[in-house]
């Protein structure tokens, strides 16, 4: 109750700075602070869209969660054994075993591309939900039962100019030591062409059965489980438990497997953060030479109020609780405006692709009105639209808080010296 005149003054203040210069920098801070807001919330979230399509097709189909490597002693009876176990513990989805060995593959017209050929069991798009959810058929299907068939990738089946039913060529293969490193007999048919969100998966993996692979790698290849797990964040804990349980196998996470690419992704989301953070620099100063600006025109009304016994630290807090204002009203409708066009980012899209296209089209009209009728929509924000926002609530609350922290710490600095004019000098002057 002591306080409450602080929150009068305030109010009285607000409504006298409703009109003229004083309002309209009031605004404008609000919608710098709206527009950072706004802004950051939607590229976090369309950058997170980008990386976590990719991260989720690496540690799905590449990498998997963890990869557990048996010991060159054991048999491959025991090892299988053992893996059973492991598909048992707590936090464990699935163990895939599979077979791995660089190739170089012909395809048509004598095209030669580098490949990964991967050895999984037939069943695996019905056994392990998380690589079926991430892998797109475009042509055929995801056979490989059938001995001696390949299902490739989208971008690797474009380079080697081949199709469902061409067959390729695996000149140059790794593999054990009886595996020849340059044959001109192992052929492959393609019975299915797939996708997925990560391009470098396209480019380069080639899948076949397990038998298949045993068979081109030699009985000198041995297996690679791949573990997913229930929770990917849980990778520490399992690997420390799995080790205890199971020395005989040596374990990598996916974030050692994948360091130097997620490192890649951190470096640039942060620096992405640091330069979109710039703008609620911008902001603040504005706010604060505002700030500074109102103290001087009420330096009457301060010395009044310190005249009739007010604190320094109550009439600081006048203008504190004025800066809180200025963020809050800035950073909710930038917070509501940033979520919305999060939840319809493809309409989003398509509307800015076509007024982009109407803009360029009236320009092309008057300067070149012969090619006009020539003019096509780019289609690389329609591509955009396919790419779901991610907002995290972390990230989408620093945002928030920031935005009204912003204002508050321009306020406070702009606060700091509103005593250094004398009080009495101030009242016998005016």
């Known amino acids: 109750m002591v306080n409450n005149w602080i929150f009068f003054v305030s109010r009285r203040f607000s409504r006298v700075d409703r009109t003229g210069r004083s309002a309209a920098t009031n605004f404008l801070a609000s919608l710098g602070i709206c527009f950072g807001v706004m802004s950051l919330i939607v590229i976090l979230a369309v950058m997170n869209g980008f990386q976590m399509g990719s991260i989720e097709a690496i540690m799905e189909i590449s990498s998997f969660h963890v990869r557990a490597v048996p010991d060159k002693e054991m048999q491959p009876a025991e090892s299988l054994e053992a893996v059973e176990k492991i598909a048992q513990v ?211 009304e301060i010395a009044v109020m310190s005249a009739l016994g007010a604190r320094k630290s109550g009439i600081r807090n006048i203008f504190l609780f004025q800066g809180l204002v200025t963020g809050i009203t800035g950073s909710v409708p930038g917070l509501l405006i940033g979520l919305a066009i999060c939840i319809n980012m493809k309409q989003v899209f398509v509307w800015f692709s076509s007024f982009a296209f109407n803009i360029q089209y009236f320009f092309t009209l008057i300067f070149s009105p012969q090619t006009a009728p020539y003019l096509k929509n780019s289609t690389i924000y329609l591509f955009y639209s396919t790419i779901p926002a991610r907002p995290f609530f972390s990230e989408v609350l620093m945002i928030f808080l920031f935005g009204i922290l912003s204002s508050f710490v321009a306020s406070w600095a702009a606060s700091r010296h509103m005593m250094k004019f004398s009080v009495a000098e101030v009242l016998h002057d005016e």
Not at 99 to 106: D, I, K, N, P, S
Not at 172 to 184: P, Q
Not at 268 to 276: F, P, R, W
């Open 90 to 300: 707590t936090g464990i989805r699935s163990v895939v075993p599979m077979y791995e060995a660089q190739a170089l593959v012909v395809g048509r017209g004598g095209r030669q591309k580098p490949a990964l050929i991967r050895g999984i069991s037939t069943t695996i798009m019905e056994d392990d939900v998380g690589f079926a959810g991430q892998v797109t058929m475009e042509s055929g299907s995801f056979s490989i039962g059938k001995p001696g068939t390949v299902v490739l990738g989208r971008l690797l089946a474009r380079n080697l100019g081949v199709g469902v039913g061409d067959t390729i060529n695996l000149l140059a293969m790794s593999g054990g030591s009886e595996t020849d490193l340059f044959a001109e007999n192992r052929l492959l048919e393609v019975s299915g062409i797939f996708a997925s969100t990560y391009s470098d998966i396209n480019g380069t993996f080639a899948f076949v059965s397990l038998e298949t692979a045993a068979q081109l790698a030699g009985s000198g290849a041995s297996l690679v489980y791949g573990i997913k797990l229930v929770d990917s964040e849980s990778d520490a804990r399992i690997i420390a438990r799995l080790s205890d349980t199971f020395p005989q196998f040596s374990y990598e996470s996916w974030r050692s497997y994948n360091r130097s690419f997620f490192g890649v992704l951190r470096l640039e989301k942060n620096i992405l953060i640091m330069i979109a953070l710039l703008i609620f620099v911008v902001v603040a100063v504005n706010i604060y030479n505002s700030m500074r600006r109102m103290v001087y025109e009420r330096r009457e």
